[in-house]
């Protein structure tokens, strides 16, 4: 294992997510079951990252699960040469109701991994679940990229706690981003938009896409963001036709870009139509919370504060990221049911900016 595995929540699944630095198959055993990283019953071995599928129910009750991996010395179309079962048992912590919940926003690490673990630990063993909130490699011109991602969440959650994903721009960028959805937690169908529940919170992955114009130079023909944002836009539709919010006390939503903002810069303000739609939908899941990156800008926000071009409503909004050489900001954040507090906690162990509390009306 290059470092701890991550358990990513998607859907109604857990997805361990394991990076290796050797050829190897692997599976997960979870209350007596074996969870394997399979494609129509191959398992794969080619890929550093390998990524079972765990129904949450199966994991919340076991509270533990086995990574077992079996080093490939020679893969061939007949008698394959495998080494024998590695395994090693991680204990896991679901998100149980409880007063005041902590939980990390980190977003913009633009591969900055080690600056970006530091700054995520600020609640060390406390910590309730983490959210990786898009532009955490500086691209993906190579799959290779994509290790950051979990060089920062297996570090900081040692594989014990939940991690929720959400792609950000720059992750669009480059070669390798047409297989960010192998390398990536996603839907079974690929999607990088979502629903995800950890307990009593619920939360609705968004995912703006890039941030200027399909026709910008700067992508030179390779992306159709648009007509991605238009089949996302039913997605949306679609959870708030079907109300399974309404079950969860904690309601998050979760997108890079904070799209209730209207950049000054023309070149970003795009699909306003589209966004101010979005805020309404939004709206009528009754967030408790909007979590965002990509400005960054650490703030936190009532509807109508400066940075909410659109009216979010209702919902306080968290922006929290802020990146340079070997220095890295994470929100980290405590709700309770009135108010939330969000301390701006750097890499060196201080703080970016002070405190910001908000009650929650
Ligand atoms: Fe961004």
Redesign the pocket.
């Known amino acids: 294992m290059m470092t701890y595995p991550s358990v990513y929540a998607v859907e109604d699944e857990y997805l361990v997510c394991v990076p290796v630095d050797a050829e190897c198959t692997m599976w997960v055993e979870v209350g007596g079951k074996s969870y394997f990283d399979h494609s129509n019953g191959i398992l794969r071995s080619a890929k550093y990252l390998h990524i079972a599928r765990v129904p949450m129910v199966a994991l919340d009750e076991a509270r533990s699960y086995k990574v077992c991996l079996r080093r490939i010395i020679e893969r061939k179309a007949y008698f394959s040469e495998c080494g024998g079962i590695e395994e090693r048992v991680f204990e896991f912590r679901p998100v149980a109701e409880k007063a005041e919940y902590k939980f990390v926003n980190l977003a913009?690490s633009h591969s900055r991994h080690e600056a970006a673990a530091r700054s995520g630990s600020f609640f060390g063993d406390d910590l309730d679940f983490l959210i990786m909130n898009?532009?955490v490699p500086e691209c993906s011109e190579s799959v290779d990229m994509f290790k950051a991602i979990y060089l920062i969440s297996g570090p900081i959650t040692k594989g014990r706690i939940p991690c929720v994903f959400s792609r950000?721009?720059?992750d669009l960028r480059g070669v390798g981003a047409d297989m960010l959805a192998d390398y990536t937690p996603t839907t079974r169908a690929g999607e990088s938009y979502f629903t995800f529940h950890l307990g009593p919170v619920w939360g609705i992955v968004i995912d703006c896409g890039e941030?200027k114009v399909d026709e910008c130079n700067e992508y030179g023909h390779t992306v159709c963001c648009e007509v991605f944002r238009e089949e996302e836009e039913a997605f949306i539709r679609r959870v708030v036709s079907r109300k399974a919010y309404k079950r969860y006390p904690v309601r998050l939503v979760v997108s890079?870009?904070p799209f209730n903002y209207l950049i000054p810069d023309k070149q970003f303000q795009i699909e306003i139509k589209r966004y101010k739609r979005w805020c309404r939908l939004v709206g009528r899941m009754k967030p408790t919370l909007m979590l965002s990156?990509?400005l960054h800008e650490c703030y936190t926000e009532a509807p109508g504060g400066a940075h909410d071009s659109y009216g979010l409503q209702p919902g306080v909004a968290v922006c929290s990221s802020y990146v340079r050489d070997q220095y890295h900001v994470s929100g980290a954040i405590t709700l309770s049911k009135d108010a939330v507090r969000v301390r701006y906690a750097d890499s060196d162990g201080g703080f970016f900016a002070p405190d910001d509390e908000m009650p929650l009306v």
């Open positions: 913009d898009g532009d950000g721009n720059h941030d890079h870009m990156g990509h």
